[in-house]
């Protein structure tokens, strides 16, 4: 059931009007539903069934810690790509033992605090990290526990700059070098290889890339495994797709244009690669992020201007791309609705923020409910990948989220303020 909906030609998340959220905390304002984000981990997590599996949140989609500790709570593990997130992780209370740590550029201090808080997996990208975090292991005396990611050259057909298992990315071991990568990793000392880590792209609609690489990861388990390496450990990654257009519906609402995305629920992703993954005999981890928190979040934005051009109506609203900057750095499209319904009329328009670059937009060319100074906006699908990347660019102050939980809402994070520019 979706938690964020219309009722009488008002907007709700859970049972609080969001009007009145608005009025009361002003905007832009992140707003999240706490029992739509369980029911996504729960749908995913549940997914497995009896399998031995670790449904990792992937935390660079939303760290607010609030977010974090309840999935932390509702059995989760952690997904973090830097020093910060790994500090966010363990303050929200996630297990040092379901914790792994990803990325192709790890500082040698980042390798030393998640080696001191002895986290589950560092899932290594080239030979010289490889190098490095035995180093560190060694002199910390200790022994690391380590995946290594495989590029498996398979498209995700994603938007290029979320793509990270082609053979041109910078992301993971090629296949023409993994026998190698591994070999070398077992040499070393102070290193325990146990897994083989993949993330093939991020905001993937179709369930086939997935199943090609679960085919890959497992063929390649028992290479390895016929090499002497003992793989115990499959990290599969995240990546799996949600629905942006016509995400919520009302008869004065226009269909988005764009095709209505048949995105299977992420369960049936999971369906899709558990009956390959498990002929591997591995414990399986993934690293949702997207899946997990999307649809759960929305940005609330005022209209502060309306404004024709001989070329062009814009709507000039107060959140931009320092509150939102999916569409301005990907094209993303986010369906953007009133408030409060009151017009069947509709008009084509750009909606843009107040920053000083054209790039600055959250629409473009969209067709949509017409609105009038001061009227309350809501940008759909902005739970992942929207807060996180917020900047203070142009002095911008980065905004306040709400947590709702049935009729309860909570600031989980305050608006800045004037001397947050000063630090
Ligand atoms: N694991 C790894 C190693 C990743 O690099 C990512 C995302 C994830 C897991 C989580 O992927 P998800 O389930 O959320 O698709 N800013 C972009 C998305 C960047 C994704 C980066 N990596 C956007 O707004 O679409």
Same mark, same amino acid.
């Given at each position: 059931m979706k938690h964020i909906y219309y009722q009488e030609g008002q907007l709700y998340c859970e049972q609080v009007r969001l009007h009145d959220l608005a009025e009361e905390y002003d905007t832009p304002l992140y707003v999240y539903s706490k029992t739509q984000i369980l029911e996504n981990f729960n749908a995913i997590n549940g997914a497995f069934g009896e399998m031995d599996h670790v449904t990792c949140y992937a935390l660079k989609a939303n760290s607010n810690p609030a977010v974090l500790k309840m999935l932390a709570e509702a059995g989760a593990g952690a997904d973090v790509v830097s020093g910060g997130e790994l500090f966010l992780a363990l303050r929200a209370g996630f297990p040092q033992q379901k914790i792994t740590f990803a990325g192709v550029g790890k500082r040698e201090d980042e390798i030393e605090y998640a080696l001191k808080e002895n986290i589950f997996s560092i899932s290594v990208e080239s030979i010289q990290e490889l190098q490095l975090v035995s180093l560190v292991a060694n002199r910390l005396n200790t022994t690391a526990q380590v995946s290594i990611r495989i590029n498996p050259d398979i498209d995700a057909e994603s938007h290029p700059y979320i793509t990270t298992g082609l053979k041109q990315n910078k992301f993971g071991i090629e296949s023409e070098k993994i026998q190698e990568t591994f070999k070398i990793a077992k040499s070393l000392p102070s290193i325990e290889i146990h897994g083989i880590h993949t993330h093939i792209g991020s905001q993937i609609t179709k369930v086939e890339p997935f199943a090609a690489a679960a085919k890959l990861v497992v063929d390649w388990v028992a290479k390895l495994r016929a090499d002497g390496i003992g793989i115990?450990?499959?990290?599969?990654g995240g990546g799996i797709g949600v629905p942006y257009a016509n995400t919520i519906k009302h008869e004065a609402l226009p269909v988005d244009e764009l095709p209505e995305n048949q995105i299977p629920p992420a369960e049936q992703f999971i369906a899709g690669v558990l009956p390959t993954l498990q002929q591997a005999g591995c414990s399986v981890w993934v690293e949702p992020g997207r899946s997990i928190v999307a649809d759960a979040g929305v940005l609330l934005t005022k209209v502060l201007y309306t404004k024709e051009t001989s070329a062009r109506k814009f709507v000039v609203v107060d959140a931009g791309m320092t509150e939102l900057l999916r569409p301005s750095l990907y094209g993303a499209y986010h369906q953007i609705v009133p408030l409060s319904i009151d017009t069947f009329v509709q008009e084509k328009v750009d909606v843009v923020g107040p920053i000083c670059e054209s790039g600055d937009f959250l629409a473009r060319d969209r067709l949509m409910p017409k609105t009038k100074q001061q009227d309350l906006l809501a940008v759909m699908t902005?739970?992942? !990948?929207g807060f996180v990347s917020a900047? =203070? !660019? =142009?002095g911008r102050l980065r905004p306040a989220e709400i947590l709702v939980n049935g009729d309860r809402v909570r600031v989980i994070r305050p608006r800045q303020t004037f001397d947050h520019l000063l630090q």
């Open positions: 115990t450990h499959i990290d599969f902005v739970g992942a !990948y900047s =203070n !660019y =142009n």
